[in-house]
C-alpha cells in the first residue's frame, strides 16, 4: 500500500466556523448601527480580522480611532471564541469522519493546513485532535495563503514530498496554494468558483473510499 499525505483545511472542510464568524461580526455591526447579511458575510471568507473590519467599517459608513479599532478587533475575537466553547462533535461536516477512519486504516498521513489560530482548540473541541499527525495554522505561518507555506510545512511534518501530497479545500485562495506547491487539489464547494482544482466535491458526502483508494495508488 503507497503512503500519502492528506491535508486538510478546516472551516468549510471539516467544520463550519464561517457561521460563528457572521455572528459575532453582525453582533458588533449591531452596536455600530447597522447590520451585515450573509451575502456580505461570503466576502469576508479566509479574510484576516484587521481587513475584515475595515471591510465592514466601509460597509457602514464608519470610521473608528485606532484605539476603538483595536477594542473591537479584540470584542469580535472574544464573541468567536464564545461560539466555539460550545462545539462538540456534531459540528463536524457530513462524512468527513468515513474519509478520515478510511485514511486511518490504510496509515496514510493527515494533517492540517489552516489560516485559523484557533485550530488546535477546535479540532479538541470536535474531537478529531488525535487524528491529525501534523498540524499547521495561523500561529505558524508567515504568508497568508494564496502563498503555499502552509501545505509546505503540513509536508514536511508528514515527511512527504509535495507531489505525494492531497489538499481539501473550500476556498480559491487555498486550491491556487495547494496548485502552486505541486499537490493534487480537491475542492469542496461549487464547481463555478472552484474550476482551477484537480476534482470538486459539493461536500464529503459525494467522495467515495475507492476514489481515496485511486489517489493512493496513482
Same mark, same amino acid.
Given at each position: 500500500?503507497?503512503?500519502?499525505?492528506?491535508?486538510?483545511?478546516?472551516?468549510?472542510?471539516?467544520?463550519?466556523?464561517?457561521?460563528?464568524?457572521?455572528?459575532?461580526?453582525?453582533? *458588533?455591526?449591531?452596536?455600530?448601527?447597522?447590520?451585515?447579511?450573509?451575502?456580505?458575510?461570503?466576502? *469576508?471568507?479566509?479574510?484576516?480580522?484587521?481587513?475584515?473590519?475595515?471591510?465592514?467599517?466601509?460597509?457602514?459608513?464608519?470610521?473608528?480611532?485606532?484605539?476603538?479599532?483595536?477594542?473591537?478587533?479584540?470584542? =469580535?475575537?472574544?464573541?468567536?471564541?464564545?461560539?466555539?466553547?460550545?462545539?462538540?462533535?456534531?459540528?463536524?461536516?457530513?462524512?468527513?469522519?468515513?474519509?478520515?477512519?478510511?485514511?486511518?486504516?490504510?496509515?496514510?498521513?493527515?494533517?492540517?493546513?489552516?489560516?485559523?489560530?484557533?485550530?488546535? =482548540?477546535?479540532?479538541? =473541541?470536535?474531537?478529531?485532535?488525535?487524528?491529525?499527525?501534523?498540524?499547521?495554522?495561523?500561529?505558524?505561518?508567515? =504568508?497568508?495563503?494564496?502563498?503555499?507555506?502552509?501545505?509546505?510545512?503540513?509536508?514536511?511534518?508528514?515527511?512527504?514530498?509535495?507531489?505525494?501530497?492531497?489538499?481539501?479545500?473550500?476556498?480559491?485562495?487555498?486550491?491556487?496554494?495547494?496548485?502552486?506547491?505541486?499537490?493534487?487539489?480537491?475542492?469542496?464547494?461549487?464547481?463555478?468558483?472552484?474550476?482551477?482544482?484537480?476534482?470538486?466535491?459539493?461536500?464529503?458526502?459525494?467522495?467515495?473510499?475507492?476514489?481515496?483508494?485511486?489517489?493512493?495508488?496513482?
Amino acid at each position: 500500500m503507497n503512503k500519502k499525505g492528506f491535508i486538510f483545511d478546516l472551516d468549510g472542510v471539516i467544520v463550519d466556523t464561517a457561521k460563528y464568524h457572521y455572528l459575532a461580526w453582525k453582533a *458588533l455591526a449591531n452596536e455600530l448601527g447597522f447590520d451585515i447579511t450573509l451575502e456580505q458575510n461570503e466576502q *469576508l471568507k479566509g479574510v484576516s480580522r484587521v481587513r475584515s473590519l475595515e471591510i465592514i467599517l466601509g460597509w457602514g459608513n464608519t470610521t473608528l480611532s485606532q484605539e476603538q479599532f483595536t477594542t473591537y478587533m479584540a470584542e =469580535k475575537n472574544d464573541k468567536y471564541l464564545s461560539h466555539i466553547a460550545q462545539m462538540d462533535a456534531g459540528e463536524i461536516l457530513p462524512d468527513v469522519p468515513k474519509i478520515l477512519n478510511y485514511l486511518q486504516e490504510t496509515q496514510q498521513g493527515i494533517a492540517l493546513g489552516s489560516a485559523s489560530k484557533n485550530a488546535r =482548540k477546535i479540532l479538541q =473541541k470536535v474531537g478529531l485532535f488525535e487524528v491529525f499527525h501534523g498540524i499547521v495554522d495561523g500561529n505558524d505561518v508567515s =504568508k497568508a495563503k494564496p502563498d503555499p507555506e502552509v501545505f509546505l510545512i503540513a509536508a514536511q511534518q508528514l515527511n512527504k514530498v509535495p507531489t505525494d501530497c492531497i489538499v481539501f479545500e473550500d476556498s480559491v485562495a487555498g486550491v491556487t496554494a495547494a496548485n502552486t506547491a505541486g499537490m493534487i487539489s480537491i475542492g469542496i464547494g461549487f464547481k463555478e468558483t472552484l474550476g482551477h482544482a484537480d476534482y470538486v466535491f459539493n461536500d464529503f458526502t459525494e467522495i467515495q473510499t475507492s476514489f481515496i483508494n485511486e489517489l493512493i495508488n496513482r
